[in-house]
């Protein structure tokens, strides 16, 4: 499964994201699995539920859904900044070490 979550700006940002999610999921006639909790905390689950898994239109759909445009809660998107250049920094870091 391929799952996104994010926190976005408020509730209305949320719903916005989920519009623009059920229209590109309408056209490509697949289905994401949509949760909301705590007014804008999104979560998106993307799998193919016939095989059990993965398949090339999940991929498809993934990444037409990553291409949209979010506003993210400013706290999150700080959070998620520093979480990606930590991770980025360790990577590096284990590159150099060996």
Known sequence: ????????KNFMAAIRFFNHVAEV???EGHHPDLHLR????????????AVGGITMPDLVLAAKLDAIEVEY???WARQEADRMAAAAAAAVSGITDA
């Not at 705590?38 to 539920?49: A, D, K, P």
């Open 38 to 49: 705590n007014f804008r905390e999104v979560e998106i689950n993307v799998s193919t539920h």
């Open 25 to 27: 999921a309408e056209a």
């Open 73 to 75: 809660s400013p706290k």
């Open 1 to 8: 499964m391929i799952t996104r979550t994010f926190t976005a």
